[in-house]
């Protein structure tokens, strides 16, 4: 009979779940899934020309069944899930969704199918700025600073402002809604059984970075910081939460529904849930003052200092500080950029229109020889582009870009600004425009060192995980040579979902704390970046000029004047 102990880390990104079956002694991965959002792929309940971004708990649901009945299966099926002792989980944030008093998405009760105020507002969902700028009004009205925890600026981005958006468009929304609950604190819920919103954990990441929660303030702020920001608040407080907790916590064990529904048995632990980047940064093997940078669509930034070290010291700026919402004991800071990934893909989209909507159309081929072309070569495109990128000379390098496609998420939260791209000539190609859209990522993150710097808080290096820190060796070389600093990449695929492994493998018992899964568990590097000290010069000049530009945009930004560039 075999010894093993295994367990299951799921984590949720924006376009889809992944679960990995992982071997507590040594990390090991014995088998993965992933699922896309059938509904989320067909562009169901977004609008993206009004930064609407709704996601439906159906396609939660789906995925979760399908990833971990798949990782058995392709393990060994009933006899490996005997072996499985733990799940945990980890999702995009701020994610929230209105649910009724047993804890169920009002989009899964009758009447509210379909209505996309009854679904969880993605984190990218950015029509809540003008309730996060009167949230950062409205604090400045009270003795005590209830942003101060989440770097002095609320963002749309977040928990109250998407839950105010919510209450003032939708009345059927607002009327039903007994609670407000971020997906990483739901799909532990629904795992466990539950059906007493009341009786739900709260993830101590979710409610500090998003929600306002701090320990000085006993829970939340009051109930007169939200009745007088607007009445339809009025009692909600009372209907949330007080406490939360850290994710080496058991949230509950395996209900006997999903237990028969997934092949398990009803011992196993759920743990607590938190935000993917947070988790892939325990999976990353974090360590104090090394920034774990999370690139994908977006990047989440991650950096933990011992609690002693920064002895009440407050980070202007970033998403949040707070204590345990990475490792319990020490202090989780929180940065990131809005856009990254999805920087590069709209780019890729807009030189593919031809492509998308051409191709099929032509005479020449058939329309299947069309689709197959057209599949083709957009795989090919990123990668050639950062090819021929790469091959520029340095002498030739006239165009300069923000990265703010998506709106500013740190320094200085603000998700009115706009993207832009100036010094454009006749010669300005394909491969020179990535450049500079490229560097303005690259950029962007030096603007978030910088910042910790600057307040007094060191950072010794980066730890890249994600899909663009494993696939983009010119993104991750140009990121070294910026920053001035190495950058380690993680050896394993899926590391928040690893994140979520190790949280799982604590909250069953397994280990005794995080510190002691992350050592056993954790499997390495696979490369480091180290910066060219011939490109020094040559970044620190334009990284001046996009501080500039930057700088400009923002001010016309605020006199509702729309800036010209050429």
């Known amino acids: 009979m075999s010894t093993a102990n295994y367990v299951i880390g799921v984590d949720y990104g924006t376009d889809s779940v992944r679960s990995v079956l992982v071997d507590t002694a040594n990390g090991k991965e014995i088998s993965a899934s992933v699922f896309l959002y059938p509904r989320w792929q067909k562009g169901l309940y977004c609008k993206p020309s009004i930064n609407q971004f709704r996601q ?20 060994g099926g009933a006899e490996i899930a005997h072996l499985v002792k733990g799940i945990s989980i980890d999702t995009t944030g701020s994610s929230p969704v209105a649910v009724d008093a047993s804890g ?13 105020n009854a679904m969880f507002v993605l984190w990218k969902d950015h029509t809540a700025v003008k309730e996060a700028a009167e949230i950062n009004d409205h604090a400045k009205n009270f003795p005590v600073n209830y942003l101060k925890y989440v770097g002095g600026i609320y963002s749309s981005e977040w928990f109250w402002s998407k839950l105010l ?32 919103i009341a009786t739900m954990k709260r993830s101590r990441c979710a409610a500090g970075h998003k929600a306002l929660w701090a320990e000085e303030f006993d829970g939340l702020p009051p109930e007169s910081f939200f009745s007088s920001l607007d009445p339809l608040l009025a009692d909600f407080r009372e209907k949330l939460f007080a406490d939360t907790y850290t994710s080496d916590v058991s949230a509950g064990t395996l209900s006997h529904e999903w237990a028969d529904k997934l092949g398990l048995k009803t011992d196993v632990v759920i743990g607590v849930g938190a935000f993917d980047a947070h988790m892939g940064a325990v999976g990353g093997q974090i360590e104090p003052y090394y920034l774990s940078k999370v690139m994908g669509t977006s990047t989440c930034d991650i950096l933990v200092a011992p609690n002693q070290d920064l002895d009440g010291k407050l980070i202007s ?14 202090a989780g800071l929180e940065a990131g950029q809005s856009a990254f990934g999805d920087v590069y ?28 072309l057209k599949d083709e070569l957009e795989s090919k495109i990123i990668a050639n582009l950062s090819k021929q990128a790469d091959a520029l000379d340095d002498d030739d390098y006239a165009e300069l870009a923000i990265d703010w496609l998506n709106g500013r998420r740190t320094p200085d939260a603000n998700q009115e600004l ?21 560097a303005a990522t690259c950029f962007g993150a030096k603007a978030i060192v910088d910042r910790f710097k600057e307040q007094g808080v060191p950072v010794k290096g980066i730890i890249g995980i994600g899909g663009v820190a494993k696939k983009s060796s010119y993104i991750m070389q140009m990121m070294a040579d910026v920053l001035e600093m190495p950058i380690r990449i993680h050896r394993f695929e899926h590391t928040c979902a690893l994140g979520a492994a190790m949280f799982a493998a604590v909250a069953a018992g397994i280990y005794p704390n995080i510190e002691a899964a992350m050592a056993a568990m954790g499997t390495g590097f696979e490369k480091e970046y180290t910066p060219d000290i011939k490109k020094q010069k040559l970044y620190r000049q334009h990284y001046q000029a996009y501080l500039g530009l930057g700088r400009y945009l923002e001010k016309y930004n605020k006199k509702d004047v729309k800036p010209y560039l050429s």
């Not at 439906?56 to 393990?75: F, N, R, S, V």
């Not at 059927?172 to 532990?188: F, Q, R």
């Not at 893909?345 to 197959?372: G, R, V």
Request: proline share 6%.
């Open 317 to 330: 700026g970033i998403c949040g500080q707070v204590n345990g919402s990475v490792i319990p004991g020490m």
């Open 345 to 372: 893909a709209w780019f890729k989209n807009l030189i593919s229109w031809p492509l998308n909507h051409l191709l099929t159309e032509s005479n020449i081929i058939d329309e299947a020889t069309a689709i197959a």
């Open 165 to 196: 958006r919510i209450f003032r468009i939708d009345a059927a929304v607002k009327n039903s809604t007994e609670s407000w609950v971020e997906h990483c604190d739901w799909i532990p819920f629904l795992l466990t059984g539950g059906n007493d």
């Open 56 to 75: 439906h708990p159906l396609d939660y649901i789906e995925g979760l069944t399908h990833t971990i009945k798949d990782c058995l299966a392709k393990a």
């Open 104 to 116: 169920t998405p009002l989009a899964l009760t009758p009447g509210f199918e379909e209505n996309p």
């Open 418 to 438: 706009k993207g832009a791209i100036t010094g454009l000539g006749l010669g300005t190609d394909a491969p020179r425009f990535f450049r500079a859209l490229a």
